[in-house]
C-alpha cells in the first residue's frame, strides 16, 4: 500500500517535471527540477527492481526526449555524465585507497590527446604514409586503447609514489599533471606531436553505424540533431560500466583491501594484504576510469588544446569526490553532478536573472532604506564571474557543517552483497 | 620439529642496539611468552617476525622454511600473524569487513573473477563472510559485526584483533599484550579463550605479557629479553626464582631479596 503510494508520487512527480521542461524550454529551475527527480529516486525507499526502472525511465527515455527539444539540456547531461565519470575514478584512489591526487585530469588528457593525435590529421606530422585520420570506427578501439593507457600511466605515476603518503603524495601528482600539461604544451616541436598550445582539430567522432536503423524507423537523421544523443547514450553505457566495475571491486577483498590501506597500513599489511599491488591496481582502475572518458571528450569537443586539461580541473574532481563524500559511490556521482550542475547552469541561470532585473528597469522602493534603481546593479554583480568564489564558499561551508559529505559511505554498506541471507540479525 | 626457529637475531636503530644475538624456539602445540622491562624489545621482536622490520643480523625459519627478506603480506602467507599493542583496527570499517580483511590472503579470487564472474565472488564472498562470523562468535562478539570498529569499546577491540589475525589462518599466533587494560575477570576470559585456540585454530601462540597471573598461568615455556638481550628461558616456574630476571624487573640492592621470597 505503502509503495504504491510512492511509487504513484515518484512517477507524477517526473512526469509534471517533463511537462514543465517541456512547457517552458528555457528555464532552468523546469530542468533542475526534473534533474532533482533522481535524487528523489534514490531516497524512496522503493525496492531496487523499482529504483531502476524509474532510473532508466528518466535517463533512458525521457532524458533524450527532452534533448530533442534543446540540445543545451543534451550537452549538460554529457558534461555531467563526464564529470560523474572522473570523479568515480578519482573515487577509487582518494575516497577508498586514501592516497590524495591533485592530478588526476592528467590521465583525462592523456585519452583525450591519444584519440586526438590518431583520430585527426594530427598523426601525419610524425607518421609518414597519410594513414590519418584513422577511420571513425577506430574510436571504438581507442576506447579500449585508452582504457590500457590510462592504467599504463597510472601503474608509472603508482610505481615511484608508492612509499608516499599524504602531503608528497600529493605534491607529486601536482607536479605529474603538469609535466603531462606541459609536454602536451611543447610537444609540437622538435617533432610536431601536439600541435601545441594550437590544440588539436577536427577529430573524428565515433561512426553513426545506426543510422540506417534511424531511416528505417522513418525519421530523417541529421548528424547535427544525432551526434548529441549519440554522445548522450555513449557516456552513459560508459558510466554504467563504471559503475558496475566500481561496485564489483568494492564488494569484493579488493574493495576492502583498499579500504584496510586507507584506514591502516601497517595492519593492512600484516593481516597479508599486498599493499604494493592493491595500489598500483587503485592507480591503474581510476587512471582507466579517466582515460577512457578522455577519448569520449575528445571525439565530443572534435577541438582539444591544452587548456581544458588545468590544475583547477583537476581541483573540481577532487572537490566533487570530497562534496559528495569520499569513498561512497552514490556520493561522488551526486558531488559530480551538483558541481557542474552549479557550474554550468545554476551560476549562469541567476546570471540571466540579474541581467533581467537590470534591464527591466524597475525602481525597487524600501520602506527606511529608500529606493534601489535595479538597473544600477553593476555588470560586476554576475554570479557566473564568481564561480570559483561560490565553489570556495560552498566548500567551505560544507567542510564545517557536513565535512562527510553529501552522501558519506553508508555503515556496513559495502558488505551488502556480502551478507544476504545467511548473516540476518540476532 | 619445532615451529618456528630463530638463531642470532640482532637489530640496531642508530647506536641503539634493540636486538643482541636472539635465539628463540617455539614448538609445536605450545603457547610460549615473551617478557621483559619496558623498552627491552620484545615488540622489536614482534615487527621483525612479521616482517615490518628487517633484521640486521640472524635466521629466521618457519616449519623449516628461512623468512628472511619476506615482505609482511608474504609473511602472513605462510602463516605467522599478529596482533598490535596499540589497537591498529580499520576503524572506519565494520567488525565484520575488519575479519574479512584478515582473510585477504586465504580468499582464493583473482581480479579477472572479481570484474566478470559474479557468481564466483558471492559464492568466496558468503563463503568468507560465514566463516569471519565464527570467529567473530569465538571471541564473542556475534552481533555487533555491523558496527563501525572504532564504535567497539577497548576490550572488544582487543578480541576484535584476535579474530582478525586468526581469520587470515596463521599457524603461529602473535600476541602484543593482549590482556592490556582487561580486569581479573575479563582475563580470565582471555586466558581460556587462548588455551583453547591452541590444536584447533593455531599450531602455537606467542605473547607478549606484563600481566603475570596470564604469564604464569598459561604459558609453556617463558623468554625473558632484558635491554635486547635474552636474559632467561625455561617454565614459567623456572624462570620466576630466576636471580637475573629477578634483577632485570626489581634492580639490584637489599630488596632484591624480598621479591624472591
Same mark, same amino acid.
Given at each position: 500500500?505503502?509503495?504504491?503510494?510512492?511509487?504513484?508520487?515518484?512517477?507524477?512527480?517526473?512526469?509534471?517535471?517533463?511537462?514543465?521542461?517541456?512547457?517552458?524550454?528555457?528555464?532552468?529551475?523546469?530542468?533542475?527540477?526534473?534533474?532533482?527527480?533522481?535524487?528523489?529516486?534514490?531516497?524512496?525507499?522503493?525496492?531496487?527492481?523499482?529504483?531502476?526502472?524509474?532510473?532508466?525511465?528518466?535517463?533512458?527515455?525521457?532524458?533524450?526526449?527532452?534533448?530533442?527539444?534543446?540540445?543545451?539540456?543534451?550537452?549538460?547531461?554529457?558534461?555531467?555524465?563526464?564529470?560523474?565519470?572522473?570523479?568515480?575514478?578519482?573515487?577509487?584512489?582518494?575516497?577508498?585507497?586514501?592516497?590524495?591526487?591533485?592530478?588526476?585530469?592528467?590521465?583525462?588528457?592523456?585519452?583525450?590527446?591519444?584519440?586526438?593525435?590518431?583520430?585527426?590529421?594530427?598523426?601525419?606530422?610524425?607518421?609518414?604514409?597519410?594513414?590519418?585520420?584513422?577511420?571513425?570506427?577506430?574510436? *571504438?578501439?581507442? /576506447?579500449? !586503447?585508452?582504457? $590500457?593507457?590510462?592504467?599504463? @600511466?597510472?601503474? =608509472?605515476?603508482?610505481? #615511484? %609514489?608508492? &612509499?608516499?603518503?599524504?602531503?608528497?603524495?600529493?605534491?607529486?601528482?601536482?607536479?605529474?599533471?603538469?609535466?603531462?600539461?606541459?609536454?602536451?604544451?611543447?610537444?609540437?616541436?622538435?617533432?610536431?606531436?601536439?600541435?601545441?598550445?594550437?590544440?588539436?582539430?577536427?577529430?573524428?567522432?565515433?561512426?553513426?553505424?545506426?543510422?540506417?536503423?534511424?531511416?528505417?524507423?522513418?525519421?530523417?537523421?541529421?548528424?547535427?540533431?544525432?551526434?548529441?544523443?549519440?554522445?548522450? *547514450?555513449?557516456? /552513459?553505457? !560508459?558510466?554504467? $560500466?563504471?559503475?558496475?566495475? @566500481?561496485?564489483? =571491486?568494492?564488494?569484493? #577483498? %579488493?574493495? &576492502?583491501?583498499?579500504?584496510?590501506?586507507?584506514?591502516?597500513?601497517?595492519?593492512?599489511?600484516?593481516?597479508?594484504?599486498?599493499?604494493?599491488?592493491?595500489?598500483?591496481?587503485?592507480?591503474?582502475?581510476?587512471?582507466?576510469?579517466?582515460?577512457?572518458?578522455?577519448?569520449?571528450?575528445?571525439?565530443?569537443?572534435?577541438?582539444?588544446?591544452?587548456?581544458?586539461?588545468?590544475?583547477?580541473?583537476?581541483?573540481?574532481?577532487?572537490?566533487?569526490?570530497?562534496?559528495?563524500?569520499?569513498?561512497?559511490?552514490?556520493?561522488?556521482?551526486?558531488?559530480?553532478?551538483?558541481?557542474?550542475? =552549479?557550474?554550468?547552469?545554476?551560476?549562469?541561470?541567476?546570471?540571466?536573472?540579474?541581467?533581467?532585473?537590470?534591464?527591466?528597469?524597475?525602481?525597487?522602493?524600501?520602506?527606511?532604506?529608500?529606493?534601489?534603481?535595479?538597473?544600477?546593479?553593476?555588470?560586476?554583480?554576475?554570479?557566473?564571474?564568481?564561480?570559483?568564489?561560490?565553489?570556495?564558499?560552498?566548500?567551505?561551508?560544507?567542510?564545517?557543517?557536513?565535512?562527510?559529505?553529501?552522501?558519506?559511505?553508508?555503515?556496513?554498506?559495502?558488505?551488502?552483497?556480502?551478507?544476504?541471507?545467511?548473516?540476518?540479525?540476532? | 620439529?619445532?615451529?618456528?626457529?630463530?638463531?642470532?637475531?640482532?637489530?640496531?636503530?642508530?647506536?641503539?642496539?634493540?636486538?643482541?644475538?636472539?635465539?628463540?624456539?617455539?614448538?609445536?602445540?605450545?603457547?610460549?611468552?615473551?617478557?621483559?622491562?619496558?623498552?627491552?624489545?620484545?615488540?622489536?621482536?614482534?615487527?621483525?617476525?612479521?616482517?615490518?622490520?628487517?633484521?640486521?643480523?640472524?635466521?629466521?625459519?618457519?616449519?623449516?622454511?628461512?623468512?628472511?627478506?619476506?615482505?609482511?603480506?608474504?609473511?602472513?602467507?605462510?602463516?605467522?600473524?599478529?596482533?598490535?599493542?596499540?589497537?591498529?583496527?580499520?576503524?572506519?570499517?565494520?567488525?565484520?569487513?575488519?575479519?574479512?580483511?584478515?582473510?585477504?590472503?586465504?580468499?582464493?579470487?583473482?581480479?579477472?573473477?572479481?570484474?566478470?564472474?559474479?557468481?564466483?565472488?558471492?559464492?568466496?564472498?558468503?563463503?568468507?563472510?560465514?566463516?569471519?562470523?565464527?570467529?567473530?562468535?569465538?571471541?564473542?562478539?556475534?552481533?555487533?559485526?555491523?558496527?563501525?570498529?572504532?564504535?567497539?569499546?577497548?576490550?572488544?577491540?582487543?578480541?576484535?584483533?584476535?579474530?582478525?589475525?586468526?581469520?587470515?589462518?596463521?599457524?603461529?599466533?602473535?600476541?602484543?599484550?593482549?590482556?592490556?587494560?582487561?580486569?581479573?575477570?575479563?582475563?580470565?576470559?582471555?586466558?581460556?579463550?587462548?588455551?583453547?585456540?591452541?590444536?584447533?585454530?593455531?599450531?602455537?601462540?606467542?605473547?607478549?605479557?606484563?600481566?603475570?597471573?596470564?604469564?604464569?598461568?598459561?604459558?609453556?615455556?617463558?623468554?625473558?629479553?632484558?635491554?635486547?638481550?635474552?636474559?632467561?628461558?625455561?617454565?614459567?616456574?623456572?624462570?620466576?626464582?630466576?636471580?637475573?630476571?629477578?634483577?632485570?624487573?626489581?634492580?639490584?640492592?637489599?630488596?632484591?631479596?624480598?621479591?624472591?621470597?
Amino acid at each position: 500500500m505503502k509503495n504504491w503510494f510512492f511509487n504513484a508520487g515518484l512517477a507524477g512527480y517526473i512526469g509534471l517535471t517533463s511537462l514543465l521542461v517541456y512547457s517552458f524550454p528555457r528555464s532552468v529551475s523546469a530542468f533542475l527540477l526534473f534533474e532533482a527527480s533522481l535524487l528523489l529516486i534514490y531516497y524512496a525507499p522503493l525496492s531496487r527492481a523499482a529504483k531502476l526502472s524509474f532510473t532508466a525511465a528518466v535517463l533512458i527515455v525521457l532524458m533524450p526526449l527532452l534533448g530533442t527539444l534543446d540540445g543545451y539540456y543534451l550537452e549538460v547531461a554529457i558534461q555531467i555524465g563526464i564529470f560523474v565519470a572522473l570523479a568515480l575514478g578519482l573515487n577509487i584512489v582518494v575516497g577508498f585507497v586514501g592516497l590524495l591526487n591533485l592530478g588526476f585530469v592528467a590521465f583525462y588528457a592523456i585519452g583525450a590527446y591519444l584519440w586526438a593525435i590518431f583520430g585527426s590529421h594530427q598523426a601525419n606530422a610524425f607518421l609518414p604514409g597519410g594513414y590519418f585520420p584513422l577511420g571513425q570506427a577506430w574510436f *571504438f578501439v581507442f /576506447l579500449l !586503447l585508452g582504457i $590500457a593507457a590510462g592504467a599504463l @600511466t597510472g601503474i =608509472l605515476l603508482g610505481l #615511484p %609514489v608508492l &612509499r608516499l603518503r599524504g602531503d608528497y603524495l600529493a605534491i607529486v601528482t601536482l607536479g605529474f599533471a603538469e609535466v603531462v600539461r606541459a609536454l602536451v604544451n611543447n610537444l609540437d616541436k622538435p617533432i610536431n606531436l601536439t600541435n601545441g598550445p594550437k590544440g588539436i582539430t577536427p577529430i573524428q567522432r565515433p561512426p553513426l553505424f545506426f543510422q540506417p536503423l534511424v531511416e528505417f524507423l522513418g525519421f530523417k537523421p541529421d548528424a547535427a540533431a544525432l551526434y548529441p544523443l549519440y554522445f548522450y *547514450f555513449l557516456v /552513459l553505457i !560508459l558510466l554504467l $560500466a563504471i559503475i558496475l566495475v @566500481t561496485r564489483r =571491486l568494492e564488494n569484493s #577483498p %579488493v574493495g &576492502r583491501a583498499w579500504k584496510a590501506i586507507r584506514e591502516d597500513e601497517i595492519a593492512a599489511v600484516a593481516m597479508g594484504v599486498p599493499v604494493v599491488w592493491m595500489k598500483l591496481l587503485a592507480f591503474a582502475v581510476g587512471a582507466s576510469f579517466a582515460a577512457a572518458v578522455g577519448v569520449l571528450f575528445a571525439a565530443k569537443q572534435v577541438f582539444i588544446n591544452p587548456e581544458s586539461f588545468t590544475f583547477m580541473e583537476s581541483i573540481g574532481v577532487l572537490a566533487m569526490v570530497i562534496l559528495g563524500g569520499m569513498g561512497s559511490i552514490p556520493g561522488a556521482i551526486l558531488g559530480a553532478t551538483v558541481v557542474t550542475i =552549479l557550474n554550468l547552469q545554476l551560476l549562469k541561470g541567476l546570471s540571466l536573472w540579474l541581467n533581467g532585473l537590470r534591464q527591466s528597469g524597475i525602481i525597487l522602493s524600501l520602506p527606511l532604506l529608500g529606493s534601489f534603481d535595479l538597473s544600477q546593479i553593476p555588470a560586476q554583480f554576475e554570479p557566473a564571474k564568481y564561480e570559483r568564489m561560490v565553489f570556495g564558499l560552498i566548500i567551505i561551508l560544507m567542510m564545517i557543517f557536513r565535512p562527510q559529505g553529501f552522501l558519506p559511505p553508508r555503515q556496513g554498506g559495502s558488505t551488502k552483497l556480502t551478507t544476504g541471507g545467511d548473516t540476518g540479525e540476532k | 620439529m619445532a615451529l618456528l626457529e630463530v638463531h642470532g637475531l640482532t637489530k640496531r636503530f642508530g647506536g641503539l642496539v634493540a636486538l643482541r644475538d636472539v635465539d628463540l624456539i617455539i614448538e609445536e602445540s605450545n603457547i610460549a611468552a615473551l617478557i621483559g622491562p619496558n623498552g627491552a624489545g620484545k615488540t622489536t621482536l614482534f615487527n621483525i617476525l612479521t616482517g615490518l622490520y628487517r633484521a640486521d643480523q640472524g635466521k629466521i625459519r618457519f616449519q623449516s622454511r628461512s623468512l628472511s627478506g619476506s615482505s609482511p603480506d608474504q609473511i602472513t602467507r605462510a602463516g605467522i600473524c599478529r596482533t598490535f599493542q596499540n589497537i591498529r583496527l580499520f576503524g572506519e570499517m565494520t567488525v565484520l569487513e575488519n575479519v574479512l580483511v584478515g582473510m585477504h590472503s586465504r580468499i582464493p579470487l583473482s581480479l579477472s573473477d572479481v570484474l566478470f564472474r559474479a557468481s564466483r565472488l558471492r559464492a568466496e564472498e558468503r563463503q568468507a563472510t560465514a566463516k569471519a562470523m565464527e570467529l567473530l562468535g569465538l571471541v564473542g562478539l556475534q552481533g555487533s559485526e555491523g558496527v563501525w570498529a572504532r564504535q567497539l569499546s577497548y576490550g572488544e577491540q582487543r578480541r576484535l584483533e584476535v579474530a582478525r589475525a586468526l581469520a587470515s589462518q596463521p599457524r603461529l599466533l602473535l600476541l602484543d599484550e593482549p590482556s592490556a587494560g582487561m580486569n581479573p575477570s575479563e582475563a580470565q576470559v582471555l586466558m581460556s579463550l587462548l588455551r583453547n585456540l591452541v590444536g584447533t585454530h593455531v599450531r602455537s601462540i606467542l605473547l607478549i605479557e606484563h600481566n603475570m597471573r596470564v604469564v604464569m598461568g598459561i604459558s609453556d615455556r617463558v623468554t625473558v629479553l632484558d635491554h635486547g638481550e635474552k636474559i632467561a628461558e625455561g617454565t614459567p616456574d623456572e624462570v620466576r626464582i630466576d636471580a637475573r630476571v629477578i634483577e632485570a624487573y626489581l634492580g639490584r640492592g637489599k630488596w632484591a631479596g624480598h621479591a624472591q621470597g
